[in-house]
């Protein structure tokens, strides 16, 4: 009985661990089967992909303060800015394009530290904070560029960095795969990737074992204002544009990629592997419906249905885990009681 229990949880924990991937994979073939003709094309997978490579970079922004516990729904606004910014200081200032990126970066980086102090300091609440927060960066937006697009002036060096490719992949692609490894490595080798899941998982007990937890916070809003930073650079290079009030439409479905991870690779907890692959899970799902004729409403209803649906799964991989950490320690605490009350047996002499 407990072989086939033990063999019953490892099943359960595989579906659970890569159920999403196999989706993913159902999805791009079924949607290739009955639209071979244009989805089932290198064109169309490779749209698909640059396409969704901010989103997938706002979700990693969005996932740093998730792990620690704390909402950061500021992080569209710090795409608009970083994105308004790096068009606007080349073509309206005239600054070259490496000191625009690294400006709008840096503006990235310091409207989260603003957020994580904001939240740490002055005790507010992460939601209400970041919800305001985002509301001032797009009248900021509005305010540097005059309520008008920005599209004259851009130079081709900044678009470059975008439009271009390696190996037949999308920069942006490349970009987005760059920073997911380093933010898994970050997360799964690093002692400060562990102190970040401790203060998530109990921020008391962790200052109580000496893990400065406010620190931590703050350093998951700066590292989310620099990943979206970054995907404002790069939606803004490969644009060649900025539309005031555009970065609206990335939130819920950077939110919805984030907590649909959570149900995957590491079930029960935030990780980037498996906020990649839910964000091209929906990328495929929207793409794919699109192709079948749904209406312009339809995205909206399904991101929406999507995010619903993932924070209940996100909720319930987590309550399964702790239930499982806690039989596992019940059951070590039972085999030291077992042992501490078994009689000690004399050795037998022959």
């Not at 009985?1 to 359960?12: H, N, P, Q, Y």
């Not at 003709?37 to 740093?64: C, E, H, K, P």
């Not at 697009?149 to 678009?159: A, D, E, F, K, R």
């Amino acid at each position: 009985m407990a072989l086939d229990l033990s063999r019953r949880d490892r099943g359960t924990s595989w579906i659970a661990r890569y159920g999403l991937a196999l989706i993913l994979v159902v999805l791009v073939a079924g949607f290739s089967l009955v639209k071979p003709s244009s989805f089932a094309t290198w064109d169309n997978y490779r749209s698909i992909l640059n396409n969704q490579a901010v989103v997938v970079l706002l979700a990693l922004g969005a996932m740093l303060p998730l792990i620690v516990g704390e909402f950061d729904l500021s992080v569209s606004g710090i795409l608009g800015v970083a994105q308004a910014l790096v068009t606007g200081l080349c073509a309206l200032q005239g600054l070259p394009p490496g000191l625009a990126v690294v400006l709008a970066v840096l503006a990235g980086a310091l409207l989260g530290l603003v957020n994580g102090l904001v939240i740490v300091k002055l005790q507010i609440n992460a939601f209400v904070a970041t919800l305001a927060s985002g509301t001032i960066m797009g009248g900021l937006v509005i305010w540097y560029t005059g309520g008008s697009p920005i599209y004259q002036g851009v130079p081709h060096s900044l678009t470059s960095l975008a439009r271009g490719s390696v190996l037949g992949l999308p920069l942006p692609v490349i970009y987005m795969a760059l920073v997911a490894a380093t933010l898994w490595f970050g997360l799964a080798r690093l002692p400060l990737g562990r102190r970040l899941y401790a203060v998530g998982g109990n921020r008391r007990a962790a200052q109580l074992s000496g893990i400065r937890a406010d620190r931590l916070v703050i350093a998951a809003f700066v590292g989310s204002g620099v990943l979206a930073a970054l995907g404002g650079v790069v939606l803004g290079s490969e644009l060649g544009s900025t539309v005031p009030g555009g970065e609206g439409t990335y939130l819920l479905p950077a939110f919805a990629g984030a907590f649909l991870g959570a149900t995957a690779i590491e079930p029960g907890r935030f990780n980037p592997i498996g906020t990649v692959l839910a964000a091209y899970a929906l990328s495929v799902a929207v793409s794919g419906l699109q192709q079948l004729g749904a209406a312009a409403w339809v995205q909206p209803v399904f991101n929406g249905t999507v995010l619903v649906v993932a924070v209940g799964l996100s909720g319930y991989a987590t309550r399964v885990k702790a239930a499982r950490a806690r039989e596992r320690q019940l059951a070590r605490i039972g085999e030291g009681a077992h042992a501490a009350t078994e009689p000690v047996r004399e050795p037998v002499m022959p």
